[in-house]
Nanobody, 122 residues
Framework: QVQLVESGGALVQPGGSLRLSCAAS????????MGWYRQAPGKERELVAV???????HYSDSVKGRFTISRDNTKNTVYLQMNYLQPEDTAVYYC????????????????WGQGTQVTVSS
């Protein structure tokens, strides 16, 4: 199967920056899409940014111009550079990856990481 491990969450002051990382491992043949989602207390999980292979990056309106998603395909890793963080960015951030596995019994995967906490507070 495929596993995702996120890192980089922390407590940061408003206006600060953080960089999240998510590394995929396991029975990966190819990864088609990697992305970041977040879930604040009492709210539903929402899309932050997605980056398809060879496709166009998509950001939620709330983070456009502040967050940047990028991928290192050689490492099966996706990053989220978050600048000008605000208290409303406080949430658990989840990584997601969809692609093709090299397991015949499970040809495709849609996998979530365990989440990393980002808290923006003074």
């Amino acid at each position: 199967q495929v596993q995702l491990v996120e890192s980089g969450g922390a407590l940061v002051q408003p206006g600060g920056s953080l960089r999240l990382s998510c590394a995929a491992s396991g029975s990966i043949f190819s990864i088609n899409v990697m992305g970041w989602y977040r879930q604040a207390p009492g709210k539903e999980r929402e899309l932050v940014a997605v980056l398809p292979s060879g496709g166009i990056t998509h950001y939620s309106d709330s983070v456009k111009g502040r967050f940047t998603i990028s991928r290192d395909n050689t490492k099966n890793t996706v990053y989220l550079q978050m600048n000008y963080l605000q208290p409303e960015d406080t949430a658990v951030y989840y990584c997601n990856a969809m692609g093709v596995s090299n397991l015949p019994a499970f040809p495709s995967f849609n996998t979530w990481g365990q989440g990393t906490q980002v808290t923006v507070s003074s």
